[in-house]
Nanobody
Framework: EVQLVESGGGLVQAGGSLRLSCAASGFTFDDYVIGWFRQAPGKEREGISCFSKSDGITYYAGSVRDRFTISSDNAKNTVYLQMNSLNSEDTAVYYC???????????????????WGQGTQVTVSS
């Protein structure tokens, strides 16, 4: 079975950093697209970063570009999201997700992601 488990969330001061982890089991990253999404209270879930190993495509939402970095450790089957220069607008529940695809084109959209983690809360104090 395919499972995704997020960790690393918590409370952080504005301007600080956090690193989120997404541990995957039941599949390898080959031929899968991995995405990070977040949902703040009263707002829709939005894609913030995603990548495809097969074609080397990586995307970032404009709100996090130059502050967040997505990476992976294939030996540990884990995806990371390094978050720097956090501000209050980054407060949300963060989710990792996966879909079987051979291209990362359009991977910031939540459609066709059929595997999701449980989410981890990130709270940034202002």
């Amino acid at each position: 079975e395919v499972q995704l488990v997020e960790s690393g969330g918590g409370l952080v001061q504005a301007g600080g950093s956090l690193r989120l982890s997404c541990a995957a089991s039941g599949f390898t990253f080959d031929d899968y697209v991995i995405g990070w999404f977040r949902q703040a209270p009263g707002k829709e879930r939005e894609g913030i970063s995603c990548f495809s190993k097969s074609d080397g495509i990586t995307y970032y939402a404009g709100s996090v570009r130059d502050r967040f970095t997505i990476s992976s450790d294939n030996a540990k089957n884990t995806v990371y999201l390094q978050m720097n220069s956090l501000n209050s607008e980054d407060t949300a529940v963060y989710y990792c997700a996966a879909k079987k695809s051979y291209t990362g084109y359009g991977c910031l959209r939540r459609y066709n992601y059929n595997y999701w983690g449980q989410g981890t809360q990130v709270t940034v104090s202002s």
